[in-house]
């Protein structure tokens, strides 16, 4: 079992940044793909970047450009560095992480931290 601890979220202003952590109790270099996903009140949630082991990674539409996914393989923790705060990113954001095994895939999940944009 994998486990997921995020920090860094809290209330900032419109045009401010965030930094979030996950600290992650195995490995990287175990993990298939890890990442963060948002969830807004009333909505479904959704992808906001993802980061392989090896550091590839990609965005949403909507964050590309100014939000920042990175690895610290020494700490085994994922960060999101999130510029240009806009109200429509205020949301859970949770960490995710997906193990491969015996072909099968194994998927986990932070218990989320919020972020609230004021316009």
């Known amino acids: 079992q994998v486990q997921l601890v995020e920090s860094g979220g809290g209330l900032v202003q419109f045009g401010g940044s965030l930094r979030l952590s996950c600290a992650i109790s195995?490995?990287?270099?175990?993990?298939?793909?890890m990442g963060w996903y948002r969830q807004a009140p009333g909505k479904e949630r959704e992808l906001v970047a993802t980061?392989?082991?090896?550091?590839?990674?990609t965005y949403a539409d909507s964050t590309e450009g100014r939000f920042t996914i990175g690895i610290d393989k020494n700490k085994n923790t994922i960060w999101l560095q999130m510029n240009s705060l806009k109200p429509e990113d205020t949301a859970v954001y949770y960490c995710?992480?997906?193990?491969?095994?015996?072909?099968?895939?194994?998927?986990?999940w932070g218990q989320g931290t919020h972020v609230t944009v004021s316009s």
């Open positions: 195995a490995s990287i270099h175990s993990l298939n793909v």
């Open positions: 980061i392989t082991e090896r550091g590839r990674s």
């Open positions: 995710h992480a997906d193990q491969l095994y015996s072909g099968e895939q194994y998927n986990f």
